[in-house]
């Protein structure tokens, strides 16, 4: 998957997500499919699902967390690129 940070992460008909204690659990009900977010993972969902571009979720996670700028981006990075394999986001280009 070809990903640059201007790309925008969007959710897609059928993904529902619900808070579980400290935790999100993603179901995407066409497939079954599902995945659990711990609390950093929450945020970054959040962030990812409502800001105009992948850059802009970073940016607010490099302001709100103590982490090195690359292991973030690398993060963030596989963060978006597992959920669009399991069909729980969409990644439309910027």
Known sequence: ???TFSDRVVVPRGVVARAVGG???LLN???GRYFTLDEIGTRSWSLLTTSAS???AYDALMAEFTAEPGQ???DLESLVERLAILG???VQDG
């Open 1 to 3: 998957m070809a990903l």
């Open 23 to 25: 935790s999100t659990v």
């Open 29 to 31: 009900s066409q497939s």
């Open 54 to 56: 992948i850059r802009a």
């Open 72 to 74: 973030l981006a690398h």
């Open 88 to 90: 729980l986001v969409e």
